[in-house]
C-alpha cells in the first residue's frame, strides 16, 4: 500500500452543461475522451478542441492537465444534497466546503476529517481464517493439506484465525484514499492528512472483486464510527468511474451525476417529510399496458396513503430547457403515469436553474380531467433556505380538496 504523490496540472474549468475550447494536443484530448466516457464530450475545433460538460460535476485529471466541472450551484450546497443522497452522513466539522470551489477538493477535505475521526476510535479488526504451515501446532491440524505434505512430520499444515486489519471497510477507506492521492484537485493539507491516516492502517490489502457491489452487511456495533467514513469512500470510488492507468499515462477522476444527486436528494427529503402521511416509493414499475408487465414504466416518485392506494405520482429533473421550460417529454411521461394508475394529477419538480423564465405551473391535459402541475426548487440558497424550499414544495404536494394535514418538520440534525 502506496500513497502516490498528487501531481502537478494545468487546471481548465468548464460549468457543468457548458462548452469550453482549450489548447489541448491530440493526444491529450484523445487520452481525456477514453476517461471522461460520457461525462465529458471531446472535438475538435478550430483552436484545439472544445471540452462540453454534461451533467456530471467534479474533476479528472490526464498528464499535464486537470479538468474541473463546476456545478452551479455552490459546492457547499451540493456537499448538502449530498449528505441526504448518502443516507443522510453528516459533515459538521467540515467547513472547507463554503470556502473550496471545487467539488473533489472539498470532499476530500470532507473525507480526510471523516477517516481520521473513525480512526481516532479505533481501527477496525475482525478475525480472518488462514492457514500455514508451522513447526509449531496453531489452531487445528488441516489434516488433508498435512496428508498431501509427503508425510512429513514438520512443517505441520494448520488453519488458525488471526486477527487481522485487512477487513472489508478498511479496503475500501484505503482505496479511496489512494484514488484521492492520484488526484490533482485534491488540496495539499487533505492529500497530508490522507497519507498520515495510511500509515495507520498497513497490512490492508487491495479492495476484492465483490468489496463495492457486496449487499451483506459490514457495518455493526464495534465498527459504528466507521459508518460515515465507509459511505464516503463508497461515494468517492463509484466517483472514479474508470479512472485507470493506461500505458504509461495515468489518470484520475471524481465526477459525480447531478441528475442522480438531484433525484436522490429529493426522494430522501420527500419521504422523510411525508413519513407520516404518505408512504413514498422510488422508481416502481407501473405497467401502461393491461396485460402483465406490458410497457412499464418507472415514475421516480409514487406517493400511497395509509390504506396502499396511490394518489399522486410525480418525476424529478434536474434541468430544464435553455429557455427555463420543461421539456414536452417529461409531461407526456407524467401523463402516461397518471393515466395508468388512474390519477387525476401529477407533479413534475424542478431544480431552479439562474432567472430563466419558469414552466406554466398547471397544464390542464385536453378531454381529460388530468392536471400536470410543475414545482420548482432553489438550491442556490442556504441549507435553511433550501429547506424552506422543500416545506414550500410539501405543501404544493399536499395541496387537493379537502386534504391538508401538516407535514412533519425535519428532524434537527447536523448540517453545513
Not at 94 to 103: E, F, Q
Not at 224 to 238: K, N
Not at 367 to 376: C, S
Amino acid at each position: 500500500m502506496t500513497a502516490s504523490t498528487t501531481p502537478v496540472a494545468e487546471a481548465i474549468e468548464i460549468a457543468e452543461y457548458e462548452t469550453k475550447e482549450t489548447d489541448l494536443s491530440a493526444r491529450q484530448a484523445q487520452l481525456l475522451q477514453a476517461a471522461a466516457g460520457k461525462r465529458l464530450t471531446v472535438t475538435p475545433s478550430s483552436s484545439g478542441y472544445s471540452v462540453r460538460a454534461s451533467s456530471y460535476v467534479g474533476s479528472i485529471s490526464i498528464p499535464g492537465r486537470v479538468v474541473h466541472v463546476v456545478p452551479k450551484i455552490p459546492v457547499s450546497n451540493l456537499l448538502y444534497l449530498l449528505t441526504w443522497s448518502t443516507h443522510r452522513v453528516s459533515f459538521d466539522h467540515v467547513d472547507a466546503g463554503h470556502a473550496m470551489h471545487h467539488l473533489t477538493a472539498a470532499v476530500a477535505a470532507w473525507y480526510a476529517r471523516a477517516l481520521e475521526q473513525a480512526l481516532v476510535l479505533g481501527v477496525d479488526r475482525t478475525y480472518v481464517e488462514e492457514t500455514d504451515r508451522l513447526v509449531a501446532i496453531r489452531g487445528r491440524v488441516d489434516w488433508p493439506a498435512h496428508i498431501n505434505a509427503l508425510g512429513l512430520p514438520t512443517p505441520i499444515s494448520c488453519r488458525f484465525d488471526e486477527w487481522s486489519i485487512d477487513t472489508r471497510p478498511n479496503r475500501l477507506v484505503v482505496a479511496a484514499a489512494l484514488a484521492l492521492l492520484r488526484n490533482p484537485a485534491v488540496a495539499p493539507e487533505a492529500a497530508f492528512t490522507l497519507r498520515r491516516l495510511l500509515k495507520l492502517l498497513p497490512g490492508v490489502g487491495p479492495l476484492h472483486s465483490d468489496d463495492l457491489t457486496n449487499p451483506a452487511p459490514m457495518i455493526n456495533r464495534l465498527n459504528q464510527h466507521y459508518e460515515s467514513s465507509v459511505t464516503l469512500a463508497q461515494l468517492i470510488l463509484h466517483g472514479s468511474g474508470h479512472a485507470h492507468g493506461s500505458g504509461t499515462a495515468s489518470v484520475s477522476a471524481f465526477m459525480v451525476d447531478m441528475n442522480a444527486v438531484f433525484e436522490d436528494f429529493v426522494f430522501s427529503n420527500l419521504r422523510h417529510r411525508l413519513g407520516d402521511i404518505w408512504s413514498v416509493t422510488r422508481q416502481e414499475v407501473v405497467p401502461l399496458g393491461t396485460i402483465g408487465n406490458q410497457v412499464p414504466g418507472e415514475p421516480d416518485l409514487l406517493f400511497r396513503d395509509a390504506s396502499g392506494a396511490p394518489v399522486l405520482v410525480a418525476d424529478s429533473k434536474y434541468k430544464l430547457t435553455s429557455d427555463g421550460r420543461g421539456h414536452s417529454s417529461d409531461y407526456y411521461q407524467l401523463l402516461a403515469y397518471c393515466t395508468a394508475l388512474g390519477l387525476p394529477r401529477g407533479v413534475l419538480i424542478y431544480c431552479e436553474v439562474g432567472h430563466a423564465a419558469a414552466p406554466a405551473k398547471t397544464v390542464q391535459v385536453r378531454n381529460t380531467n388530468t392536471v400536470l402541475e410543475t414545482a420548482r426548487v432553489r438550491l442556490s440558497g442556504s441549507p435553511k433556505e433550501i429547506s424552506e424550499e422543500f416545506a414550500r414544495l410539501t405543501r404544493q404536494l399536499l395541496e387537493e380538496p379537502g386534504f391538508a394535514p401538516t407535514p412533519s418538520p425535519p428532524s434537527v440534525w447536523r448540517g453545513p
